[in-house]
């Protein structure tokens, strides 16, 4: 098979002024959490969706995401590990991995991506958005920790609309439960043109953020919006909604993205740039992390590119128009919350998928079904046929794991991708799809 | 009038149980025009209002392990647990075909997911994913069940094609108490004689209130709780134990019989917890659904599908029940590739530990058919518990 990456060596890639930027943030975010102890910042647990982040911020308390620190472990080849640590100590092999590998690396002294010792949180915000493991992920930290833990219940979006009563709802706990725990935690009090100086601050980088997103319809893309996009939406998603840092990060990377259009570059893998678009994706799904860059090459040895994703929208549907508005915050939180992917209906998913194709001129959908997680897997055989269905392009399925190694097999991917994309080809040649 | 003996009850319950079909609730709805029926998927939904709107409330509790899983697999992953795809068997299968609406309560993701993927594949049936409050203050989760309440009362209106009036609703609450009262004499004769009542026959009794009218399972309840009580069976030398995680995918009714086998009398369970889950009567005076949202918030079951906002009182619902009930030990039987269950019992077992309540676990779906290890495991926990009592 043709390599269609030009040979270029990484380091050149990693002088990008965003990549250098965003390292250099979570490397200080890391820093400023494992030196919690000394400096006496507090800390708050809290999930990816329907993360709260301008709220912690508020509060002057630090976002520890051991959903992040999951995804690390799996990058860094050690959540097998902590996950049979896990199950060691009786957890079953048949639950969410995130959750076994969080537990696992607490039980191995909690080391974090920096070497160093994460601190106990001082707070569990347990934001229950789009997934039910997040209800029991807390429970279980709690018993651990016993440290407070607030509950904010984010209602499911089953009709496909927001309706006054799970506004209220949450506009409620924040009121009533949310704020008066964080102030008590922190012993800051809560001061809403703080919250909507940073709210203003998150809509910035979010209209960059879609900016970037969205120039994957240009042909060729000039990023993968899978792979490359998990990289992308790291400060949004995380730590830095709602800091100048966040919103400088994405006016880089909006500049280098625009440079690359300009140039009619491809997006840039570890390997350097890709050269030749052959197929354009959207993927349904959270990727693997443990052989992350063994399976992002994969698709970019093959020409393939991902040009829109449901995975990097779990921590915000910006592209489909959500901005975070300080003139009503907390109204602006709870909407946020309700409309990450993971909270929308399977009409919905089904309905932002096929748009995806459409929209990016896309060959077809993949989807990556992750073992470990139902809140996305259970439902995506239906979302796969109603797609093919409504866009007469073609679908394919394959199974890893997020972060449980055993469960990455990369003959089998491979195979299946290989089959998958002579199917597009047959599909362009108007052959039909191959049974 | 002759009186009902348990066989007879019994065989009842399990034809009834058997019927993949439902013919009594087709019975029970062609009976008259007009007449309405909604099916739920566990844990809980409000059959007050149900009933108020004069429809049947019918339980779908996925296929058992009767049901042959033709289409439902392509459905689903082989690993996520059975009860979504053998329920899409159901429905694709015909079997659900006179069930004017379907209530997919707030219990765990695979069932949220399963509720649009019933409007994607049934969309000329009225479909409604059940939220329900994880938080308990009046204000906050209270006011906004009894909002979600009065949404769906307004649905069920539109399908009755008439008003539900808070008298109508409070009449059922009425009909309700009575059936949660008859319940309760059951589980009560379980504990005090569980020669006489088995897990086994007292899981069908529940079982049928899935598909009867209410009023008519009341009666049955009685029936047996009168009928069992007179019966002089063998008392036998086994252990008492509690039996939890069964509040979703149901365990095969052998499975049930098993432990019976291997030396258990299960007094206490979570087995159909729709009828047990508001935990006393609900009062008839006021505002019905103000009613109904305050059982809700402050007096129902605890369960691995529900936050325990408060550390301390993490399991100790379960705790009370082993004492309540006299037991000696806890079975957790958790369904294969469910979260909620599987993710509760480490902490579960954490509490049982420190509380000295002796515990086995292990994993089923609602087709397993070999039961030969779980009466193993069984048997040796009960030899374990009688070695632990005797020293
Ligand atoms: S089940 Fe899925 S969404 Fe939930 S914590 Fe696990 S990986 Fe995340
Ligand atoms: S068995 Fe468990 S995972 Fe499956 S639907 Fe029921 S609660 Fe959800």
């Known amino acids: 098979m043709k390599p269609t990456t030009a040979k270029k060596p990484a380091a050149e890639v990693l002088k990008d002024d965003s990549m250098l930027k965003q390292k250099a943030m979570m490397a200080a975010h890391y820093e400023r959490l494992s030196s919690a102890p000394e400096t006496g910042a507090k800390v708050c647990s809290t999930f990816v969706p329907g993360n709260l982040n ?13 959903e992040v620190n999951a995804i690390q472990s799996g990058l860094r080849k050690q959540s097998g590990g902590y996950i049979m640590e896990a199950e060691r100590a009786g957890h079953s092999e048949d639950v969410c991995t995130y959750v076994k590998s969080d537990i696992g690396m607490m039980m191995k002294g909690n080391i974090g991506p920096n070497g160093k010792e994460l601190p106990k949180p001082d707070v569990l915000l347990l934001s229950y958005t789009g997934c039910f493991t997040f209800l029991k992920w807390f429970e279980l930290l709690r018993e651990q920790y016993k440290c407070p833990t607030i509950f904010m219940q984010t209602p499911y979006m089953a009709d496909g609309k927001i309706t006054k009563n799970m506004i209220d709802y949450m506009v409620k706990q924040f009121k009533e439960d949310v ?15 703080r919250l909507r100086q940073y709210l203003a601050e998150s809509a910035k980088a979010e209209d960059d953020l879609v900016h970037v997103l969205q120039s994957a319809k240009n042909k060729p893309s000039p990023i993968d919006a899978y792979f490359g996009g998990i990289y992308y939406i790291g400060p949004i998603f995380g730590a830095f909604r709602g800091t100048e840092d966040a919103t400088e990060y994405y006016k880089f ?18 390997d350097g740039p890709m050269a030749e678009e052959k197929y354009r994706l959207v993927v349904e799904g959270p990727p693997n992390y443990t052989s992350f860059r063994q399976f992002w090459k994969m698709f970019y040895e093959e020409g393939a590119t991902v040009v829109a994703s449901s995975y990097t929208k779990v921590g915000g549907t910006y592209d489909l128009g959500f ?19 993971t909270n929308r209906s399977l009409p919905m998913r089904i309905e932002m ?8 001129e896309a060959d077809g959908l993949l989807i990556n079904s992750i073992k470990s997680c139902n809140s996305f897997s259970a439902g995506q055989l239906l979302i796969m046929r109603e797609v093919e269905k409504r866009t007469g392009k073609p679908a394919a399925f394959i199974e890893t794991d997020l972060v449980d190694p055993r469960y990455f097999s990369a003959a089998n991917v491979k195979n299946r991708l290989e089959s998958y994309f002579q199917m597009v080809e047959q599909k362009r040649s108007g052959k039909g799809i191959a049974a | 009038m002759t009186e009902k003996t348990v066989s007879e009850i019994v065989s009842r319950c399990e034809a009834l149980y058997e019927d993949l079909y439902f013919n009594a609730a087709r019975e029970w709805k062609a009976a008259k025009p007009g007449r309405k029926v909604i099916g739920f998927m566990p844990l809980y939904v409000p059959r007050e209002l149900i009933h108020a709107a004069g429809m049947l409330p019918l339980g779908i509790m996925g296929g058992g392990d009767n049901l042959e899983v033709i289409h439902g697999d392509a459905y689903y992953q082989s690993y996520i647990c059975r009860i979504p795809r053998s329920t899409i068997e159901l429905g694709v299968s015909g079997r659900l075909d006179f069930v004017d609406g379907m209530l997919f309560p707030s219990i765990c993701d695979v069932i949220r997911n399963l509720s649009g993927m019933w409007k994607m594949l049934f969309p000329d049936v009225y479909s409604k994913y059940f939220d329900v409050p994880q938080t308990y203050r009046d204000e906050i989760g209270g006011e906004f069940y009894t909002n979600e309440m009065r949404e769906f009362l307004h649905d069920l209106e539109g399908i009755a094609g008439r008003k539900i009036t808070d008298d109508d609703i409070r009449a059922s609450i009425a009909v309700y108490n009575e059936n949660r009262r008859a319940i309760a004499e059951l589980y009560a004769l379980r504990q005090s004689q569980p020669w006489n009542a088995p897990a086994s ?11 009867l009218p209410v009023e008519e399972h009341t009666q049955l309840v009685r029936d047996y709780v009168a009928a069992a009580s007179a019966e002089q069976r063998p008392v036998k030398d086994n252990s008492r134990v509690v039996l939890t995680g069964m509040f979703c995918e149901q365990p095969p009714l052998n499975l049930i019989k098993s432990l019976e086998l291997s030396g258990c009398y299960v007094v206490n369970d979570d087995f159909v917890l729709v009828s047990r889950w508001l935990m006393d009567d609900v009062p008839t005076e006021g505002d019905p659904v103000h009613n109904l949202s305050q059982a809700f918030l402050h007096r129902s079951m605890s369960t691995a599908a529900k936050y325990e906002p408060n550390e301390a009182e993490k399991g100790q619902f379960l705790v009370r029940q082993v004492r ?3 037991a000696e030990g806890v079975i957790f039987a958790s369904t294969s590739f469910c979260d909620p269950a599987l993710l509760d019992r480490p902490m579960m077992q954490n509490v049982l530990k ?13 087709n397993s058919g070999q039961m030969q290890p779980i009466r193993e495991q069984a048997g040796t926990f009960v030899d374990s518990i009688k070695l632990w009592s005797a020293a």
């Open chain 1, 179 to 193: 704020i008066p725990t964080l102030e008590q935690v922190s012993g800051v009090k809560f001061d809403i043109d």
């Open chain 2, 324 to 326: 309540d009930a006299n």
């Open chain 2, 201 to 211: 026959e007292a899981y069908l009794v529940l079982r049928a209130g899935l598909v």
């Open chain 1, 353 to 360: 998928l096929s748009n995806y194709i459409n929209e990016y």
């Open chain 1, 253 to 270: 990377l909006r500049e280098e993205v625009d440079q690359r259009v300009k140039l009619g570059l491809g997006p840039v893998t570890p």
């Open chain 1, 54 to 66: 301008e709220l912690i911020m508020c509060f002057d308390l630090v976002n520890n995401l051991p």
């Open chain 1, 323 to 341: 901005r975070h508005d300080p003139s009503k915050p907390l109204e602006s939180l709870a909407e946020y919350c309700l409309n990450v992917y």
């Open chain 2, 354 to 366: 420190a509380a000295d309540v002796p515990f086995i676990a292990f994993k089923y779906a609602e």
